[in-house]
């Protein structure tokens, strides 16, 4: 969690990620066409599933995209607010 960033040992394993990160980014999975921001395709193929890959399949996966991002927020809140590891919070609550 948040933690990873006070912690000696997990800094180190931020910087490794990001580094790692950007490596992807510029080098492997760099974008070799010139599209819009953010149209990667349908790189699974999943289109053929669901009949096609059209804009409004677009505007859901951002939108999936966006509440991921929500999520992720809302939980390191509760991580800060209450000092609790994320994984510790599921026994907090009887599960």
């Not at 995209?65 to 000092?83: P, Q, Y």
């Amino acid at each position: 969690g948040m933690m990873a960033f006070q912690d000696p040992t997990g800094e180190k394993g931020v910087v490794a990620m990001t580094l790692a990160c950007g490596f992807l980014e510029l080098g492997p999975w760099a974008d070799a066409f010139a599209k819009e921001p953010g149209n990667f395709g349908d790189p699974a193929g999943l289109g053929k599933d669901i009949g096609s890959y059209d804009d409004s399949m677009k505007t859901k996966e951002l939108n999936n995209g966006r509440l991921a991002m929500l999520a992720t927020m809302g939980v390191i809140a509760a991580e800060l607010v209450t000092g609790d590891r994320v994984s510790d919070m599921p026994t907090n609550f009887g599960f």
